[in-house]
């Protein structure tokens, strides 16, 4: 398999740096690891996941001025595959309740994968910083309004996606669908809650100008975007193909990681790393 492009640019030096340095802090070839990290996933994954490198990340209160959030996550995932393999199951939430689901190989076997937990540190990375934009839209002929958009909001991503060529809609595809793998991940109460009352459970009224979506909504527009970039002609020049089809087959293992951090290693620092997806 060709290597997705994120696998090559996803460490700065200033990781190689603190990945050596944490887990082998007395070897003296320190630009021959640091190029082995960059090159074999299998000693890339030994390094980054090795236990001491994981508590010093856990430890350090200063950790995102040392480290990239692509490397930060990338050692939640490794910590939380190798958990995951001595799992019996994974949890479903279900508004307050907690239900057992034994998949716990399904989510192993696709997270082993070297170009889905890559893809997926550079996802949750990519929510540390969220952007809203302004841009023109044409209304109809001769008449064009300016409208604001937020890469967290998949209603405004998808009326930016119905306003520009099938060539630039790669972006708002992958994106759409990153947001529906994320908020189902790391934030499943969300949809619970943006769906139905939380003292309750009874269902919520609509509000004007924002669709109300499900759990299975936001599964369900995961698929079908991941779909959708899958089959855009630039997947196939990022190398970013595969890993789409994977996501988009096994959509539910793929949020399993996702909470699986949530739940047992961000804690509270869940909203300080990702407080803009409150405004969504």
């Given at each position: 398999?060709?290597?997705?492009?994120?696998?090559?640019?996803?460490?700065?030096?200033?990781?190689?740096?603190?990945?050596?340095?944490?887990?082998?802090?007395?070897?003296?070839?320190?630009?021959?690891?640091?190029?082995?990290?960059?090159?074999?996933?299998?000693?890339?994954?030994?390094?980054?996941?090795?236990?001491?490198?994981?508590?010093?990340?856990?430890?350090?209160?200063?950790?995102?001025?040392?480290?990239?959030?692509?490397?930060?996550?990338?050692?939640?995932?490794?910590?939380?595959?190798?958990?995951?393999?001595?799992?019996?199951?994974?949890?479903?939430?279900?508004?307050?309740?907690?239900?057992?689901?034994?998949?716990?190989?399904?989510?192993?076997?696709?997270?082993?994968?070297?170009?889905?937990?890559?893809?997926?540190?550079?996802?949750?990375?990519?929510?540390?910083?969220?952007?809203?934009?302004?841009?023109?839209?044409?209304?109809?002929?001769?008449?064009?309004?300016?409208?604001?958009?937020?890469?967290?909001?998949?209603?405004?991503?998808?009326?930016?996606?119905?306003?520009?060529?099938?060539?630039?809609?790669?972006?708002?595809?992958?994106?759409?669908?990153?947001?529906?793998?994320?908020?189902?991940?790391?934030?499943?109460?969300?949809?619970?809650?943006?769906?139905?009352?939380?003292?309750?459970?009874?269902?919520?009224?609509?509000?004007?100008?924002?669709?109300?979506?499900?759990?299975?909504?936001?599964?369900?527009?995961?698929?079908?975007?991941?779909?959708?970039?899958?089959?855009?002609?630039?997947?196939?020049?990022?190398?970013?193909?595969?890993?789409?089809g994977l996501l988009r087959d096994h959509f539910?293992?793929?949020?399993?990681?996702?909470?699986?951090?949530?739940?047992?290693?961000?804690?509270?620092?869940?909203?300080?790393?990702?407080?803009?997806?409150?405004?969504?």
């Amino acid at each position: 398999m060709v290597r997705p492009l994120i696998t090559e640019l996803s460490l700065t030096e200033a990781d190689l740096d603190f990945v050596v340095g944490e887990a082998v802090p007395k070897a003296s070839n320190l630009e021959e690891l640091k190029r082995l990290v960059r090159s074999e996933d299998g000693f890339r994954a030994a390094l980054v996941g090795d236990d001491k490198v994981f508590q010093r990340v856990m430890d350090d209160e200063e950790i995102f001025v040392k480290i990239s959030p692509t490397l930060y996550f990338e050692i939640l995932l490794r910590r939380a595959l190798k958990e995951l393999k001595v799992a019996t199951h994974t949890v479903e939430r279900a508004g307050r309740q907690s239900i057992p689901v034994f998949d716990s190989r399904e989510v192993v076997d696709l997270l082993a994968k070297p170009e889905v937990l890559l893809y997926l540190a550079h996802l949750l990375g990519s929510f540390t910083r969220i952007h809203s934009y302004t841009t023109s839209v044409r209304v109809r002929r001769g008449v064009r309004r300016r409208q604001r958009f937020s890469d967290m909001d998949v209603d405004s991503l998808l009326r930016l996606s119905e306003t520009v060529e099938e060539e630039h809609r790669f972006g708002l595809y992958k994106r759409i669908a990153d947001v529906c793998l994320f908020v189902t991940g790391v934030f499943p109460d969300y949809t619970f809650l943006d769906y139905r009352y939380p003292g309750t459970g009874e269902m919520r009224p609509m509000t004007s100008g924002r669709v109300r979506r499900s759990l299975e909504d936001y599964e369900t527009d995961g698929r079908r975007f991941y779909g959708l970039a899958q089959q855009h002609p630039t997947a196939q020049l990022l190398a970013l193909h595969e890993v789409f089809g994977l996501l988009r087959d096994h959509f539910t293992s793929a949020r399993k990681p996702l909470t699986f951090i949530s739940a047992h290693y961000l804690h509270s620092q869940k909203q300080r790393l990702f407080g803009a997806q409150a405004q969504v």
